[in-house]
């Protein structure tokens, strides 16, 4: 659309419009309820509380969100590719480059990881026996820094200037030479500045699962969503600062002239090995957490403990250790030479037997078990076929030679779709459905639920299992348009078919939880599934502070064990000083200091970049001598001498 | 309606020619043997896997009678574990095995076999390809190569990172700004194959493509001659 503003030819897509349209409509009627249903007062708790049930609330919230916008995406992406030479909307060229770059990196970066490291912060804390995290300032910096991060991210496409070099920002297309403009540097900003908040929470949780667990529960009679939960931190702690400095050598190539990654010192394939080192350990960072979500649920609901315990932790590590030295598996066809390819094949192959144990385990659990299929059991019983799918055609791919023929085509967006939806959002769904009553003391409607699982799953396999086969018959990845004579126009139709059932399924989601909290329904109680763990030991939705006088452990599955011998938890007698939750509004306000920060790096406003850098780093010389906990500690010890 | 009906007969006809698994050269029957290999061994496993879930998940599901059964406490089966450990282990080594020396075999290192090679100098960019030949000719949209004839192809690129691909006649190898990545391949069989761009390389990425056109060697030289 052609706009003449003051004699200025303004070029505006419809699409951006159309999103400011629907902006400008809902945005007034969405405040317009929150105010009339009077949740003002609780959005200030949750944005300013540093309890940990409340920031990994806020997480699940907002991932959901860029769940709906990056789904968005991939609904455009499949009606672009419906057909042969088709013409949806705007979606051709660079506008498509722009919804799978969006699409791909919204989806790794601020649903995926964000999802479950808000799973993480509702569920570890509780199932280890801690009052709250080690740090909770700490964390409600991190939500905000993801949230921020998101937001800018967020934002580029209302500003026509959505990324457009794909989630891999592969330079040297990503430098300023080929893609100018403020596009990619909204990527750079975005990921660096949730990067950061995910670092923060990473060493949360480990520094919470290491020194706050309740007396007795040594690290080898923690649930395995804790064991999982710590071996991402660690993974986490090693790969997102690689990816912080690839990120900063990059806009150091894009803003200030540097040629780290081009020209006579610089060389593009330097990119790709320090993505890779981030980006491989981030696909565990994705999939070892749904292990151990999978791996209490499936416990919870066969009635029986995990199978083979301690070769599940190992295998977690195993996995964790491997995942570090596989990256070079991406660079197949980049031409490092036959030693590397088959050096980085076989320890990639080595995954599949990590891997392939604990499938056995899980499925040795629920034998001789009751398996009692609700909602959540049924997300890991769906998690099983679906990722074993992706698992082995993960080992197909690991094959060097063979990968240069499935490099880049359709083939690797089938398996990489298969594993991540297979594992971390079937486990985010899993998760989310088993801890909703500890959340909100609410239980959500179990046939509602069915439903959505059906509808999803099968509108997952319709998606991507024509995938492989577009793949093998030589379609490439990130192509707008295909030709009747490729030969791959039924396999894109019917996954375009499969994408909006995905799509629909969500919308059941939605309605969902709408009605589970239209009903005034009395509370879901404290132990709705009859759990195993700590966490259903609280009542739900889970207090503050719910383990005054710490439970002492002495073997697994604690819960359950005193249930079978109608005893309570044994406890201390004194509590133990922990972590306090406060009101703060000190990370908003960095929140705020880093959006005006990033704007300015970029659209290369010298004067915000000085103000926001400023304003943050005052945010830290704020926080240096005001320790809100201080007087909560000091009250604390009081009540322990009493 | 009929159309419709088409649609799973369409899928299974297109089934059996994938342009993967159709190779017109040894490369790509290598490839294609490592893809079909690899592919027994884990519907093997995807297999066993599937056996087990379904006996598991029929078996021991929750009815009237076994609902308030407490499940025996079992830690786990040392035999079990090795032999899920074990096996796998057992597997991945007959695919690995191959796979190195296959490898080691679709791969440019150094020396060509053949003296009488064909060296074709590729270069890519945004958007769109040229093939270079040995007497100086070049051409964009289309690649001639003779049958029975080892190629040399030379590739670099003068911008982005794109990569070189003809499904039927070898996997991909990444065309590189400032640096030479090397691919050789023998066509066997005379045709027209699809050749693309595999590597995203920006706005008009998906019309980077180009045909191969395999040729009898003699008709082959007068081609080049006549240019």
Redesign the interface.
């Known amino acids: 659309m052609e706009i003449n503003l003051f004699g200025k030819l303004i070029l505006l897509p419809t699409d951006v419009i159309a999103a400011w349209v629907l902006m400008i409509i809902t945005g007034p009627l969405v405040l317009y309820w929150l105010t009339k249903k009077r949740a003002w007062p609780v959005i200030w708790d949750y944005a300013t509380s540093t309890h940990h049930r409340k920031i990994g609330t806020v997480y699940i919230i907002f991932s959901i969100l860029f769940f709906f916008r990056a789904g968005v995406d991939a609904l455009f992406i499949r009606l672009q590719l419906i057909t042969p030479e088709n013409q949806f909307w705007v979606f051709q060229?660079?506008k498509y480059?722009e919804i799978f770059t969006t699409h791909g990196t919204m989806m790794i970066f601020f649903v995926a990881t964000p999802l479950l490291i808000g799973l993480m912060n509702v569920a570890v804390p509780l199932q280890i026996g801690a009052n709250d995290l080690a740090f909770p300032y700490l964390n409600l910096v991190s939500v905000y820094l993801f949230v921020t991060g998101g937001m800018i991210f967020f934002a580029a496409f209302f500003f026509n200037a959505a990324p457009n070099a794909?989630w891999t920002a592969?330079a040297?297309?990503s430098t300023s030479?080929?893609?100018a403009g403020p596009n990619n540097n909204y990527y750079i900003l975005g990921l660096q500045v949730s990067g950061l908040g995910t670092i923060f929470a990473a060493i949360n949780m480990l520094v919470t699962i290491l020194r706050l667990r309740a007396p007795g529960l040594k690290l080898t009679r923690m649930p395995l969503f804790p064991w999982a939960s710590l071996i991402t931190s660690f993974l986490i702690l090693v790969a997102f600062p690689v990816l912080a400095i690839a990120l900063l050598l990059l806009q150091f190539d894009r803003q200030f002239g540097s040629q780290f990654f081009?020209g006579e010192l610089g060389?593009?394939?330097y990119w790709q090995h320090l993505f890779w080192i981030f980006g491989h350990p981030e696909v565990y960072i994705l999939a070892l957490p749904a292990f151990g979500i999978f791996s209490d649920i499936i416990s919870a609901f066969?009635?029986?403990?995990v199978?083979?315990?301690?070769?599940m932790v190992a295998a977690l590590a195993l996995i964790g250790l491997l995942g570090l030295m596989v990256w070079a598996h991406h660079m197949f066809?980049?031409?490092l030479?036959?030693f590397a390819?088959?050096f980085f094949?076989?320890t990639t192959?080595?995954i599949?037997?990590p891997t392939?144990?604990k499938?056995?385990?899980w499925?040795?659990t629920?034998?001789?078990?009751?398996?009692?299929?609700q909602t959540p059991m049924l997300f890991a019983?769906g998690f099983?076929?679906t990722f074993?799918?992706g698992g082995?055609?993960g080992?197909?791919l690991?094959?060097?030679?063979?990968?240069?023929?499935?490099?880049?085509?359709y083939f690797v967006v089938a398996h990489f779709h298969y594993v991540i939806i297979g594992s971390t959002v079937l486990g985010s769904f899993a998760g989310i459905y088993y801890w909703y009553p500890k959340i909100t003391g609410k239980m959500l409607d179990d046939k509602l639920g069915k439903w959505h699982f059906w509808l999803f799953l099968i509108g997952f396999h319709l998606t991507f299992f024509?995938q492989h086969?577009a793949?093998?018959?030589?379609m490439?990845?990130?192509?707008?348009?295909?030709t009747w004579?490729?030969?791959v126009f039924?396999?894109n139709?019917?996954s375009s078919i499969g994408a909006f059932m995905m799509g629909a399924s969500m919308l059941i989601v939605l309605w969902n939880v709408y009605k589970t909290h239209r009903k005034k329904e009395e509370n879901a109680g404290a132990d709705p599934w009859d759990g195993r763990t700590l966490e259903w030991s609280v009542p739900s939705p889970s207090p503050e502070h719910p383990f005054e006088k710490m439970p002492v452990i002495s073997r697994r599955d604690p819960l359950w064990w005193a249930k079978?011998e109608k005893k309570e938890l044994p406890h201390t007698e004194n509590h133990r000083a922990s972590p306090v939750s406060v009101k703060t509004v000190q990370p908003m306000f960095l929140s705020v200091a880093l959006t005006i920060m990033s704007f300015g790096f970029i659209y290369g406003w010298i004067w915000m970049q000085i103000l926001g850098g400023a304003a943050a780093l005052a945010s830290f010389v704020i926080r240096a001598f005001n320790d809100e906990r201080k007087p909560a500690y000091e009250r604390e010890e009081m009540d322990n001498e009493q | 309606m009929k159309k419709l009906a088409m649609?799973p007969i369409?899928?299974i006809l297109?089934?059996c020619n994938?342009?993967?698994?159709d190779p017109k050269s040894q490369t790509?029957s290598?490839?294609?043997f490592?893809?079909y290999l690899?592919?027994g061994?884990?519907?093997f496993?995807?297999l066993v896997?599937?056996l087990?879930?379904i006996t598991?998940?029929v078996k021991?599901?929750?009815t009237e009678k076994?609902?308030h059964?407490?499940?025996?406490?079992?830690?786990?089966?040392r035999t079990?574990?090795i032999i899920?450990?074990v096996f796998?282990?057992i597997l991945?080594i007959g695919?690995?095995v191959p796979?190195?020396m296959?490898?080691?075999?679709?791969?440019y290192?150094g020396a060509s076999s053949d003296d009488n090679a064909l060296h074709v100098n590729v270069t890519g960019e945004?958007f769109r390809w040229t093939f270079e030949y040995e007497n100086g000719e070049k051409t964009h949209k289309t690649l001639v190569l003779p049958k029975d004839r080892e190629v040399i192809f030379h590739l670099t690129s003068k911008?982005?990172?794109h990569?070189f691909?003809v499904?039927k006649l070898?996997?991909?190898?990444?065309v590189?700004?400032?640096?030479e990545?090397?691919l050789k391949v023998t066509p066997e069989e005379t045709g027209t194959y699809?050749g693309?761009?595999?590597?995203?390389?920006?706005?008009?990425?998906?019309?980077m493509r180009f045909e191969t056109k395999v040729i009898k060697q003699a008709e082959f030289q007068t081609w080049l001659s006549k240019k």
């Open positions: 060229g660079d480059n794909g592969y040297p297309l030479t080929f893609t081009m060389h593009p394939v066969s009635r029986k403990n199978f083979g315990y301690t070769s066809t980049v031409g030479g036959p390819n088959t094949a076989i192959m080595m599949a037997i392939g144990i499938v056995f385990n499925l040795f629920m034998r001789k078990g009751v398996i009692r299929i019983l099983i076929p074993v799918m082995v055609t080992v197909m690991a094959s060097a030679a063979a990968d240069m023929q499935y490099h880049d085509t024509p086969l793949g093998l018959n030589g490439p990845r990130r192509v707008y348009d295909y004579e490729d030969g039924v396999y139709f019917i079978l | 649609i369409l899928l297109s089934g994938l342009r993967v698994l790509a290598d490839q294609a490592l893809i690899s592919f061994i884990m519907m496993v995807v896997v599937a087990l879930f598991f998940t021991y599901r929750e076994n609902r059964d407490i499940p025996k406490h079992e830690e786990g089966n079990l574990e899920w450990t796998p282990i991945l695919l690995a796979t190195v296959i490898t080691y075999d679709v791969s290192i945004q911008d982005v990172i990569s691909w499904p070898a996997g991909k190898i990444d590189l700004p400032g640096e990545t090397r699809q693309k761009c595999a590597e995203y390389c920006g706005t008009l990425h998906a019309d």
